[in-house]
């Protein structure tokens, strides 16, 4: 299973960004899909995830200028991040729990991170 973000790169303040994220392999089902961040010195925190059922979860930070959204025909998530700020430089993390087999268990996985910069 690998897991490939893109969409990163350097945005002055109040851009906008969409970092999207593909799953690929022997995937027979994925329950949540989502994104964490980690700032310079910081721990990696969650930002927003959705589940196989729609079910959506933002962080505080998050809410009303991140929106999460995905595609099961593609096995991609996708974040709409709006009016962005330096304070949400860092490097942004897609994850998915995946199942591989029918009878095996979710597993999380990480794609490689891909840095969000704000500045002017």
């Known amino acids: 299973v690998q897991l490939q973000a893109s969409g990163g790169g350097l945005v002055q303040p109040g851009g906008s960004l969409r970092l999207s994220c593909e799953a690929s392999g022997g995937i027979v089902s994925i329950n949540w899909m989502g994104w964490y961040r980690q700032a310079r010195g910081k721990q990696r925190e969650l930002v927003a995830g959705?589940?196989?059922?729609?079910?959506?979860s933002y962080s505080d930070s998050a809410k009303g200028r991140f929106t999460i959204s995905r595609d099961d025909a593609k096995n991609t998530v996708d974040l709409q991040i709006n009016s962005l700020k330096p304070e949400d430089t860092a490097v942004y993390y897609c994850y998915a729990d995946i199942k591989w087999s029918y009878y095996g268990v979710f597993n999380r996985y990480w794609g490689q991170g891909t840095q969000v910069t704000v500045s002017s």
């Open positions: 959705v589940s196989s059922g729609r079910n959506i």
